[in-house]
């Protein structure tokens, strides 16, 4: 079974054009992120790259989406899904986010009408060169945004505690910041109802056995 997989993969990865890299898909619930941080037209969002999923998903809800990833694996493979796009190639916008390991299509989230609309919207997306996500966010003027991606970088940093109160310092007065995982739970500001709400929906994630357990934060 995993040398057919292999095979299928390597197949897959030639008529891509590019190898995927380690973060082909996203493991967490689209609709659980777009939900928790309330992701509506004209946001400014600062977003961790990874296959690019998070970032398209946010980009068909009208936000503007600064993306950065410190893999230049990651880089690649999100610019060439973004060329697919461009080019009108959805088929292959959407074979690139294939995993046959968990049997899951991004198909299944990005309906004919979705990506009709991430095409629309595409403009709005700018993929930064490869960087460390906290010295990206530093170099932005203060208040350049008004919601931030996390993801799960938290639990991937040595200093981890200062990806959340960094961020803090750097979103706009009553703006969001969405972390795939749970923080302490004297965390100051988070926003028990946005966390409810993209909890319920990421317990019902079908793409994976591990359950995020998603924190949003209002910054005040
Ligand atoms: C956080 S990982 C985990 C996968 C994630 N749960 C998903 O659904 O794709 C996503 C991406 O974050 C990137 N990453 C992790 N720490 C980073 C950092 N400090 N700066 C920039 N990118 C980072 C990794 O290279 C990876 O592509």
Not at 8 to 25: K, T
Not at 143 to 168: A, H, T
Request: neutral net charge; charged residues 25%.
């Amino acid at each position: 079974m995993n040398i057919i997989t292999s095979s299928i993969d390597a197949i897959v990865d030639l008529v891509l054009g590019v190898p995927r890299p380690e973060y082909h898909r996203t493991n967490e619930d689209l609709l659980a992120i777009v939900t928790g941080l309330d992701i509506r037209e004209g946001d400014d969002v600062l977003a961790v790259a990874g296959s690019g999923d998070q970032s398209f998903a946010m980009l068909e809800r009208g936000a503007k989406v600064t993306a950065v990833d410190y893999s230049r694996e990651q880089f690649r493979f999100m610019k060439k899904r973004v060329k697919f796009l461009l080019e009108g190639d959805r088929r292959r916008f959407l074979l690139a986010g294939e995993n046959r390991h968990l049997g899951v299509r991004p198909g299944d989230y990005f309906s004919e009408e979705l990506v009709e609309r991430i095409i629309e919207n595409i403009n709005n997306l700018k993929i930064l060169c490869p960087g460390d996500f906290l010295q990206t966010l530093a170099s932005f003027p203060k208040g350049s945004f008004n919601k931030v991606y996390l993801s799960n970088i938290y639990s991937m940093q040595s200093l981890s505690f200062d990806v959340l109160s960094e961020s803090v310092r750097y979103v706009r007065s009553q703006g969001l910041i969405y972390q795939a995982l749970p923080v302490h739970k004297d965390t100051p500001n988070v926003d028990l109802e946005l966390i409810n709400r993209a909890r319920e929906l990421e317990s019902k994630n079908k793409f994976t056995n591990f359950n995020w357990k998603p924190t949003v934060i209002r910054v005040p």
